[in-house]
């Protein structure tokens, strides 16, 4: 049963922002929203995670919705580098499994 | 620090036979997950280690099995290996919550 639903696919332009969304509209109170990446060939990368304020590190920005049930993943200035898979995902804290779905493939054009 | 290791990258069995994986965490790290990655799919939860203990179980048959060293590396044990077996298998090691390491994983192929 999947707790997340990003687009399949989306293309952004290099130099731009790049929001991706994710709906979540069934998490639970303790459960926090996670953000991964895979390149192609290479394991997934931790991005970033926050549970309901906004948050933000060297690599992107998370922003949650005040209901909590949507988020999106903001990349400030997209690079050819970024072009990967980017799953959302959300899970308790003190769980270490992360059920992984499909999701977005995005893909930077010059 | 030295990131996740994971060996051999590349491996074929034929089916029926047995393979064993390895990772070796990143420093500190007390925890290791493995996963199994179809292709064109997400990670799929196989199970973690914690203080050498089994500690959560995916939807996997027992004939995937596991180790949990002193030092905090790992292996993950397959028998009777099967087609739907060939995957990219993945090692993630950890100190906190949700924040996964993840190795560059092993391509089984079983023919």
């Known amino acids: 049963d999947a707790k997340t639903t990003q687009p399949t696919s989306m293309d952004c332009a290099e130099g731009r922002a790049a929001n991706l969304p994710c709906n979540h509209s069934?998490?639970?109170?303790?459960?926090?929203v996670y953000w991964y990446r895979q390149i192609h060939s290479q394991g997934p990368q931790y991005i970033i995670h926050?549970?309901?304020n906004n948050e933000t590190n060297e690599m992107a920005s998370l922003i949650i919705t005040e209901d909590r049930k949507s988020s999106t993943l903001i990349l400030p200035h997209a690079t050819l580098r970024d072009t990967a898979v980017y799953y959302c995902i959300v899970g308790p804290q003190d769980d270490y499994k992360l059920s992984f779905g499909a999701g977005t493939t995005v893909t930077v054009r010059a | 620090e030295t990131g996740v290791t994971q060996s051999p990258t590349h491996l074929i069995k034929t089916r029926g036979q047995q393979v064993t994986l390895r990772c070796s965490s990143q420093s500190g790290h007390n925890t290791v997950s493995w996963y199994q990655q179809a292709l064109g799919q997400g990670p799929q939860f196989i199970f973690q280690y914690y203080r050498e203990e089994e500690n959560g179980r995916g939807n996997f048959p027992p004939r995937f099995s596991g180790l949990q060293f002193p030092n905090y590396s790992s292996e993950l044990n397959v028998n009777a290996l099967e087609l739907d077996d060939s995957a990219l298998y993945l090692c993630?090691?950890?100190?906190?919550?949700?924040?996964?390491?993840f190795g560059e994983g092993s391509r089984l192929t079983v023919l």
């Open positions: 926050g549970l309901k």
């Open positions: 993630a090691s950890s100190l906190f919550h949700g924040e996964l390491f």
């Open positions: 069934t998490i639970s109170g303790n459960e926090y």
